[in-house]
């Protein structure tokens, strides 16, 4: 129980008993748990509590599931496991898409809910909020607090919205992402270019960092978009 005490989840569900009940859960574990019980708060809490994990409904009122799972994929990598009243295969491949780690759906046992969120902690070496600023990869080193990139050891120049969607690809490897993901993700909502701006950004990251030997390399995933590949 120990090795949980300081990590902080936070249980976003529009029902008050759920996040209860799994905030009974988790205690019992040691995690510290926060709620939400709307997509705005939700969003407002994780900024204020920055959580190691999320649990997070999709069917939410202000601001619903995939809403709030764009809104933190646009600053954080932490594990966010989804929760569905749905069993589609298309809700489950969207909130893959959008970059969850994991998807239960409704109604779903508190002790398999615990067992999914201690699975994923595990994968994710519990928390993230140390080296999510920093990924690495055999001949490729992508740093966004420095805003550094390495190529073989050298320094390689480039624009921030290019490293920023170099870190955000190379964050999640053979994950496919259209280019209207990336364009709210890196340039966000504002933005009013069109997807070609993503194609022009990838044409230069290739140029500047891809080469044959690499183990890796960023992929046109055709009528998709794109996915950083890792052999």
Known sequence: MAQYSKVKILVVDD??????????????????????NDGIEAIEEF??????????DI??????GWQVCREIRKVSQIPIIMLS????????????????????VKPF?????IARVKAVMRRSGGSEKDTQEEVVYPNLLVNKTTYTVKVDGKEVQMPPKELELL????????????????????????????????DVHIKRLREKIEHPSHPWSIKTVWGIGYKFEVK
């Open 109 to 113: 046992e508190p002790k398999e809910l």
């Open 85 to 104: 009243a749905k069993g589609d295969t298309f809700d489950k491949v969207l909130g893959l898409e959008l970059g969850a780690d994991d998807y239960l």
């Open 15 to 36: 029902d008050e008993n759920i996040c209860e009940l799994v905030r009974l859960y988790l205690d019992k574990e040691g995690f510290e748990v926060s709620t939400a």
């Open 47 to 56: 900024k204020r509590t920055t959580p190691d994990m999320v649990i997070l």
């Open 167 to 198: 870190y955000f690809l190379s964050s999640n490897p053979n994950k496919v992402f259209t280019r209207d993901q990336l364009l709210e993700y890196i340039w966000g909502y504002d933005f009013f270019g069109d997807s070609r701006t993503v």
């Open 59 to 64: 069917m939410l009122p202000g601001a619903d």
